[in-house]
């Protein structure tokens, strides 16, 4: 829905910025002002959810949206013609190339370098300040409202201020986690330091991004010290011995492998 609404809104305001009287370059730039405006209106939530911003989101969507509405019409003439004998089959081949076509294009620009950047910490406080900036800030460009330019920037004033105050909490508070992933034990110490304390087994493939990440970057953290099950940390506040874990005033035994309680 806010993509649609992004789009109805900014689209015709951003695809009047420039007079192009060349068909196919204004054809570019009018696919170009829609994945602009429905990135505007998404751009908070895929941060929040993904914590990943696609940079070549606008080549993507010059290749996509063309061949998303050609693949829509193959499938209704699909349905409309399975039945017949050679036709169906003619849309049937059309459509199978026509998706293979499109995963191809989302391919290739995802192999393009720098084509993402990803692990961004995006927090739902983050999402409210995000879309308030902008509202705030659409209405002073296109409509040049002084009072929104002030609010804009009193938004932004207030987001730092609040980012800045949850990061200095955050580091004088700690927190002890154990991870529910598949076939790993994983533990968490989180204060000033963020460390994971798990088999190395956990750094491949994305058990690391759908479960241990998503909690550090809601929490501002992007940078962890890995520590494997069998490693010994010695600090201030930490102490790893084998099984043992001293973790500020808690004592914790960890027994990665049920064969340990024998």
């Known amino acids: 829905y ?18 192009i009287k060349n068909k196919i370059v204004y054809y570019i730039w009018s696919l170009t002002a829609v994945s602009i405006a429905a990135q505007i209106g998404t751009v908070p939530f895929s941060l929040y959810y993904f914590n990943i911003f696609p ?4 080549i993507t969507n010059i290749l996509v949206i063309p061949l998303a509405t050609l693949i829509i019409y193959e499938a209704i003439l699909l349905l409309i013609f399975s039945a017949v004998p050679v036709i169906g089959d003619v849309f049937a081949f059309l459509l199978k190339y026509s998706v293979k076509g499109l995963n191809y294009s989302v391919e290739f620009v995802e192999q393009l ?28 460009l ?20 609040l980012n800045t105050v949850i990061k200095y909490a955050n580091s004088n508070d700690s927190e002890f986690i154990v991870y529910n992933i598949k076939g790993e034990s994983a533990l968490n110490l989180l204060d000033s330091r963020n460390i994971l304390i798990a088999d ?19 929490k501002g953290y992007r940078d962890y010290e890995f520590i494997n099950n069998n490693g010994n940390l010695s600090d201030r506040n930490y102490l790893k011995e084998e099984n043992l874990i001293i973790y500020h005033d808690k004592t914790i035994l960890f ?8």
Request: charged letters at 15%.
């Open 200 to 218: 190395s087994s956990i750094l491949e493939g994305e058990k690391i991004r759908y479960a241990p990440m998503n909690k550090w970057l809601h």
């Open 113 to 140: 370098p720098y084509s993402f950047i990803d692990t961004i910490p995006f927090n739902s406080y983050d999402v409210l300040f995000a879309f308030l900036l902008i509202i705030s800030g659409a209405v002073y």
């Open 2 to 19: 806010c993509a649609v609404i992004s789009i109805v809104y900014f689209q015709p305001k951003i695809a009047g910025l420039f007079v």
């Open 142 to 161: 296109f409509y040049k409202n002084c009072r929104s330019l002030r609010f804009s920037l009193f938004v932004l004033l207030s987001w730092i201020s």
């Open 255 to 262: 027994l990665s492998d049920k064969n340990q309680l024998n």
């Open 55 to 58: 940079n070549y989101f606008f």
